[in-house]
């Protein structure tokens, strides 16, 4: 139901593709993007066991450069990112001073002076003006980049046969290339940035690509994904897959009022690196002690914990879920959700509220699922 | 599977399909197609009583809850165990083999015809 009289809303440079090949849209932080093309189930079981592709156009991305790029982003963001190779890939996320979480982002590292950096649609606004402030006592430029790249994504076993045949696709060392590094191609004569990265759980690509090239490259992926089982893949099942992988969602597992650890993300704040970094002070003190914890959740049967609905211990409410669904791939219902301490630990057994009626979960480590490598 | 144009609609995307002092109900396809895959079917029991514009059942998706609303008053006759061994039945055939339940009612309220439904969904 796609409102074209909508003028406030933003399209992707691929969707009269997405028009064309049947999809439903929704509004997402703005942009009108595919939510399923025929199933979400079976766009969701073609990324586990075969592959798909995916339009995530609206994902921000902002560049980083100069002589002070480095330094800039080991103070702007709580990772290390001047010890990231140039090839490779770092998960970081940007804090508030008060340690809250503005954004989870990729850095990928293209050399010592340029740096890019993929954040929420939702957030790009927000990341790019405290980028931008940031970077005041530095020697780096920050540029917003979104509106001239397509991210197309290709996730699921068969992507790497995909991409290799792909006309027009000149992979550089594509063999060599590891799970979170990159490597500079061309395609029909423009750069594009293939990096091994995603957002599903599976392994695979995404593929940073110029607006003029993106339809061509679109159109010669699905080409040669025809014989791999390539679907295009929408949001709703996008959003299954990182569930199932025990991905976070901003809005929804992250935000302004979470400490990094609260939410599983420790790992990635150097507290190591040297020098201030904004957040570090507030990471250091750490969250109150009543403050919840992200679990994940695992019941029994057909019916879903959804977003909202709360957690209990008995009668006590000790909890809300972030995100839940029957995971398609389990058959089984997953949930996220933030909890006291004290009922986060692996094995605690609780209830959650659907509509009124309790069904019993247990807490589980995450992820739900992982792939077999 | 009845033909849309003999069936008689509610503003909650309902279908009925009155037939005597029955009515079958189901989701019109509009609603499937807005849930997307249907994968949990909640309905009335048979023998139970049911009021107009109370909700009776749910239809979860994937994605979202959907509510089953009373479209009339009456008892519950039938309930498709079918479509709650498999859900997918709602989004494969929701005129058809995907009905919900099956209602002795009282009285027929107004209900929408095709047109003033099509006029609704704006499709």
Known sequence: MTDISDSAARYSPLHDLHV????????????????????????????????????????????VTGPDAARLLDYALAGNISAV??????????????????????????????????????????????????????????????DDIV?????????????????????????????????????????????????TGEDGYELYVPVKDAVALWNALSAAGESHGLVPCGLASRDTLRLEAGMPLYGHELGLDTLPEQAGLGRVVSLKKTGDFVGRHAVETGAADDSRVLVGLVAEGKRAGRAGYPVMSGDAEVGTITSGALSPTLGYPIAMAYVDRSSSVAGTELTIDVRGSRIAATVVPLPFYKREI | MAESSELQYTAEHEWVLVEGTVATIGITQFAADQLGDIVYVDLPAVGSTIAEGKIVGEIESTKSVGELFAPVNGTVVEANEAVIASPELVNSDPLGAGWLVKVEFETLPELLDLAAYTALTGE
């Open chain 1, 85 to 146: 190779a140039a090839g490779k890939a770092k998960y970081s996320l940007i804090l508030e001073a008060s340690g809250g979480i503005l954004d989870d982002l990729i850095v990928y590292a293209i050399g010592d002076d340029e740096y890019f950096v993929v954040a929420n649609a939702g957030n790009r606004d927000v990341v790019v003006a405290a980028l931008q402030e940031r970077a005041a006592e530095f020697d780096a430029d920050v540029d917003d980049l979104t």
């Open chain 1, 151 to 199: 991210l197309i994504a290709v996730q699921g076993p068969n992507s790497r046969s995909i991409l290799e045949q792909t006309k027009g696709l000149e992979i550089e060392a594509f063999g060599d290339l590891k799970y979170y590094a990159f490597t500079n191609s061309t395609f029909a004569g423009s750069a594009v940035l293939v990096a091994r990265t995603g957002y």
């Open chain 1, 20 to 63: 064309a090949a049947g999809a439903s849209f929704t509004d997402f932080a703005g942009w009108q993007m595919p939510v399923r093309y025929s199933s979400d189930l079976a766009e969701h079981h073609a990324v586990r066991t075969a592959a798909g592709i995916f339009d995530i156009s609206h994902m921000a991305e902002i560049s």
